[in-house]
């Protein structure tokens, strides 16, 4: 800390902001469209979490609206309880014939599983804080990992625990991403993760393993300097990073054009192919299910969309960078 002092670090990111409120980014294109859990879905189909059931038929539409892969900025840890085997068991008032034939139906984790492996998914697993019981899951699509400049994997962000769908979900997902998020002192969000390792896995950020399933790429390649990290590698792409391996994120003011709402989807209400080519994360802006974060720009957006805005910060060549040396100068 004696290189790095807290007022320091205070001047550092307040002036960041500064410059962000100042000259957000503009947004010129939307690559990702956000599948909004929002105040409108929960009114017309109850309360979250829904039947899995009803999250097969979403993914199912937008893939067939265009979207090449789906994120689910959402985790599955536990079984769906509203599974029909499930409600045979927690039922009152059912036959011994009635719960045998709920008991033959296949369970809500079967269905959405399912439809994970008809199209292109990504699953979200978290970091956490300390650990937590069962087994870190090992997948043929997880993402692999090269290296130049010595290995990394020491400056990344490390968590004991890490949070894991079921299984019936993660062995029919395309590939699994972070959805960690680790604000600043201040609370605010300035900077994600690209890589993470959690209870021992290396993990890529959502947005990054979007992006890596969206190209077709199997390695993340990992460079670093003296220092740490210096940037991630996505084919001929190089995304620069700080030294712990997390990106800068330039911020826009959140824009409703990101958005289509979960009910609009389900009620067919979108013309034919108009997701296409856009990458797309289902998250929530429901202010009741607690997933609003502060940026430079703006005091609560969506946690959805900061991985949005990350995906774009990329795609336009929008990131800030701020050397490894800088420090140092400073």
Known sequence: RQWDPLPVEVLRLKTLDFYQIAKPREVTVTPVVIIDIDEQSLAEYGQFPWPRTRLAELVDKVHALGA????????????????????????????????????????????????????RVVLGQSGYHQEIGGTVGKWPSDATFAYIGGSPYENLLQF???????????????????????????????????????????????????????????????????????????????????????????????DPRRFVSVKSILEDELPAGSLAGRLAIVGTSAVGLHDLKATPVDAAVPGVEIHAQLIETILTNSILLRPSWAKSVE
């Open 68 to 119: 090449p892969v789906v994120g689910f900025d959402i985790l599955f840890p536990e079984s769906d309880r509203m599974s029909p085997g499930s409600l045979s068991q927690s039922m009152a008032g059912l036959t011994g014939s009635m719960r045998e034939e709920l008991k033959k139906l296949p369970s809500n984790d079967e269905v959405f599983g399912q439809a994970l492996g008809r199209g």
């Open 160 to 254: 004991p625990g890490l949070i894991e769908n079921v299984e019936a979900l993660e062995g029919r997902a395309a590939g699994r991403g972070a959805v960690s998020i680790k604000p600043e002192q201040d609370g605010v969000v300035r900077r994600v993760p690209a890589v993470l390792k959690a209870k021992g896995k290396t993990l890529p950020a959502l947005s990054i393993e979007l992006l890596r399933i969206a190209t077709g790429e199997k390695t993340i390649l990992l460079r670093r300097d003296e220092i740490g990290l210096q940037s991630v590698g996505l084919g001929k792409s190089q995304i620069p990073t700080d030294h712990n391996g997390q990106i800068w994120v330039y911020f826009s003011k959140s």
